[in-house]
């Protein structure tokens, strides 16, 4: 088989056959087909698409391509949640042990952050002694104790999918609905779990801009998982505005600590109790209705965040952080953002304020940067607030002190005011059960 035929028929805008999509990335995945040639195919697919049939053997293919987790010791209770991205996204902390606390076996591996985007392992690492990295047979038997573990992203799961995204990523093909499927489906394949629920993030901060867009994405990965013989669904959720207050690693663990204690942001309480109620519908198989409603005692009693202690301190943290936050390291610098004007927030560019975090010392520009798990921002006022001259619009924390004029203009672009009021951002715009 030539690689030269298989482009030329994507070009075309015919379908490949299995051999065909397994030969191109098993014989890429090995260095047997240069970058400039796979370059070519990538934009044919953008451009031409594919149907179900070549996604399901792509996202196959994909998560074939390296190691994959054994959880079929645990049966149908295992369950992953994977979200597209976003900003002040600190979800996994909460969900992992709610879900978790509700039956669910959560043997999840999560990745860094990167440019505005933070990532759940560099939170984690917010806690001094945290390990990231337990070996298999450690994986498995916290999961199989405590019904929880959350690990790094081993090196060798999906290697087809690292060196395709690099790829795309440099070639302008990252928005390809059947590239971001198998791309995305490929990794939670090989992670293992029956059950997946996916938070489909749109706007500003995401990398899909609209509901719409969002629900072809979420559609598209929920009918994937399902041929792939995994119980999928999709919920889409705004990402317009960062997720609750906190953007940056130990600012946002401290706002995961305060959810599970009960008292978190109702965007972020809300999210999080529809994703652990899905997972736990999925995987347990009660009805949503039954699993929000465990969720919701779960989460309230405090279950749920002794569940959360009782999952750090096995891989290594001192649970003492939970009780006493005070004690994860503070910034040099501590500087609020004061209000020039009058009128309400009527939009926050999620986006941008993902950027001021990251020049702040949150976040990463390039994936060798070295982070500081103290840094980001602290939002004071949100969508819809009331804003006069003089009101705190946020904290910036920070230990580089001439990073702060910068983020702080970057903070202010991203703050729009109107004089009249606004009415409250929808958080979860649809469920996607089936395709
Ligand atoms: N995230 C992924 O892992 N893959 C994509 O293609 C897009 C977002």
Redesign the pocket.
């Known amino acids: 088989m030539r690689i030269y035929d298989v482009i030329t028929k994507k070009k075309h805008g015919e379908a490949l056959t299995e051999q065909e999509i397994r030969f191109f990335v098993s014989e890429y995945t090995a260095g047997n087909i240069p970058d400039y040639q796979v370059s070519s195919l990538l934009m044919a697919i953008c451009l031409k698409g594919m149907n179900d049939e070549e996604t399901y053997i792509l996202t196959d293919a994909i998560a074939r391509s390296g190691d994959s987790v054994d959880l079929s010791r645990f049966g149908a209770l295992t369950a992953d949640k994977h979200s597209?991205?976003g900003v002040g996204d600190k979800t996994t902390l909460i969900v992992a042990p709610l879900a978790a606390a509700l039956g669910c076996k959560v043997a999840k591996m999560s990745g860094r952050g990167l440019g505005h985007t933070g990532g759940t392992v560099d939170k984690l690492e917010s806690f001094p002694g945290y390990r990231v990295a337990l070996s298999p047979e450690e994986f498995i038997s916290q999961v199989e104790k405590i019904g929880i573990a959350v690990i790094g992203q081993s090196g060798n799961l999906a290697p087809a999918?690292k060196k395709l995204?690099a790829l795309?990523d440099v070639t302008a093909t990252?928005d390809s609905i059947p590239?971001?499927t198998s791309?995305?489906m490929g990794?939670k394949l090989a992670a293992g779990s029956h059950s997946i629920v996916l938070d489909v993030k749109c706007g500003s901060g995401a990398?899909l801009k609209t509901p719409e867009d969002a629900e072809i994405l979420a559609k598209n990965m929920v009918r994937i998982g399902r041929m792939c013989g995994r119980n999928t669904m999709a919920l889409i959720t705004n990402m317009d505005v960062p997720l609750g207050y906190a953007v940056g690693n130990s600012l946002e663990v401290k706002e995961a600590i305060a959810t599970l204690k009960g008292e978190g942001p109702k965007d972020l309480t809300e999210i999080c109790l529809a994703l652990a109620s899905s997972m736990a519908h999925l995987a347990l198989g009660i009805s949503f209705d039954e699993a929000e409603k465990r969720a919701r005692e779960l989460l309230y009693s405090g279950a749920a965040l002794r569940k959360f202690k009782e999952w750090i301190c096995a891989q290594g943290a001192d649970p003492d952080y939970v009780d006493n936050t005070q004690m994860f390291k503070g910034s040099l610098y501590e500087v609020p953002v004061y209000a020039t004007e009058q009128g309400y927030v009527a939009g926050m560019d999620a986006e941008a304020i993902g950027v001021a975090a990251m020049v702040l010392g949150a976040g990463r520009r390039t994936k060798d940067d070295v982070i500081d798990h103290a840094a980001g921002i602290v939002l004071k006022k949100r969508h819809g607030d009331a804003v006069k001259p003089n009101d705190v619009l946020a904290i910036l924390y920070t230990d580089k002190k001439d990073s702060i004029a910068d983020a702080e203009k970057i903070f202010r672009g991203a703050i729009r005011f109107s004089l009249d009021a606004v009415a409250e951002e929808k958080i979860i715009y649809a469920k996607v059960t089936g395709a």
């Open positions: 597209t991205g999918d995204y795309r990252v590239l971001i791309s995305i990794k990398f």
